[in-house]
Nanobody
């Protein structure tokens, strides 16, 4: 069992930055790739980014590539999602999730999920 807790969301203006954190407890954190997904009101949950178990590999959706950056500190059981140049269309609830596999873009591949943190970007 892995417990995930996201934090760092909030209300910002377009062009601002936020850093989300995902803190894990339970099983060995470095055994899991960590993905971030987001869900906007009235829309399906979508993949945003994923980081490999070691942190050496990352992959981003086209909608966030070049603006969002993932990093992880396995000693602190934490993954960080740095979000720059935020846009109103980034408004969503952001979830982190743990994948025992290589880190995939499909939400059904993930074994554990956090409760989400709200990010709201005003224009």
């Amino acid at each position: 069992q892995v417990q995930l807790v996201e934090s760092g969301g909030g209300l910002v203006q377009a062009g601002d930055s936020l850093r989300l954190s995902c803190v894990a407890s339970g099983r060995t954190f470095s055994d899991y790739a960590i993905g971030w997904f987001r869900q906007a009101p009235g829309k399906e949950r979508e993949f945003a980014a994923v980081i490999s178990r070691s942190g050496s590999g990352t992959y981003y959706s086209d909608s966030v590539k070049g603006r969002f950056t993932l990093s992880r500190d396995n000693a602190k059981n934490t993954v960080y999602l740095q979000m720059n140049s935020l846009k109103p269309e980034d408004t969503a609830v952001y979830y982190c999730a743990a994948d025992r596999g290589s880190g995939r873009v499909y939400d059904y591949a993930y074994d554990y999920w956090g409760q989400g943190t709200q990010v709201t970007v005003s224009s």
